[in-house]
């Protein structure tokens, strides 16, 4: 069974760029959709944007400005950035696959990223 | 900016039957949104249980059906159970973009 597990730091400064690696297991990174979904705390659900693993981007418009998604196939693993980051990026982000690009079947656990100085 | 709209809260028995909705502000949600529904329990990721209206995951339990009404989708949860008080997201899909509903809190009562 595929496993997703995102890794990056917890705590980051205001203005900086936040950034996230998703790690995939039991499974090939090709023929599949990934994406970035966050969670601010007591919060709904963001989606960020999602990559197909040949390189293909969609982006939240309202994020857009701030995002890059990418895949490195050779190490089966996806990854976020986020700059300018402020208080209200501070969110559980979640990676998570789909295989059509219109449905989502495996999510990571989440991991919490703080703005804070 | 795109809105995607769900009751904020429904109660329902255990054993009962209960529909959960998702609305979008742009008119009536047909196929072509592909809503995906999810349930997210407290301190855990969300898990995916309905694609494309009404598609089911091979772990979805079969009291969970999704499906068009009214112009929304629709989520119904049949013979509930404790288990399956939670939070409910609808996600409908924008051309490349796409827009979580803000959530149903269902409690099963």
């Known amino acids: 069974q595929v496993q997703l597990q995102e890794s990056g730091p917890g705590l980051v400064k205001p203005s900086e760029t936040l950034s996230l690696t998703c790690t995939v297991s039991?499974?090939?990174?090709?023929?599949?959709?990934w994406s970035w979904i966050r969670q601010p705390p007591g919060k709904g659900l963001e989606w960020i944007a999602y990559?197909?693993?040949?390189?293909?981007?969609y982006y939240n418009p309202s994020l857009k400005s701030r995002v890059t998604i990418s895949v490195d196939t050779s190490k089966n693993q996806f990854s976020l950035k986020l700059s300018s980051v402020t208080a209200a990026d501070t969110a559980v982000y979640y990676c998570?696959?789909?295989?059509?690009?219109?449905?989502?079947?495996?999510w990571g656990r989440g991991t919490l990223v703080t703005v804070s100085s | 900016q795109t809105v995607v709209t769900q009751e904020p809260s429904l109660t329902v028995s255990p054993g009962g039957t209960v529909t959960l909705t998702c609305a979008s502000s742009?008119?009536?949600?047909?196929?072509?949104?592909?809503p995906n529904w999810f349930q997210q329990k407290p301190g855990q990721a969300p898990r995916a249980l309905i694609y494309?209206?009404?598609n089911k995951h091979s772990w979805t339990p079969a009291r969970f059906s999704g499906s068009l009404l009214g112009g929304k989708a629709a989520l119904t949860l049949s013979d509930v159970q404790p288990e399956d008080e939670a939070e409910y997201y609808c996600?409908?899909?924008?051309?490349?973009?796409?827009?979580f509903g803000g959530g149903t809190k269902l409690t099963v009562l």
């Open positions: 039991g499974g090939s990174i090709s023929n599949y959709y």
């Open positions: 996600l409908l899909y924008y051309g490349g973009a796409q827009v």
């Open positions: 742009t008119g009536a949600v047909t196929s072509s949104f592909y």
């Open positions: 990559i197909y693993y040949s390189g293909s981007t």
């Open positions: 494309s209206t009404g």
């Open positions: 998570a696959s789909g295989y059509s690009g219109y449905d989502y079947d495996y």
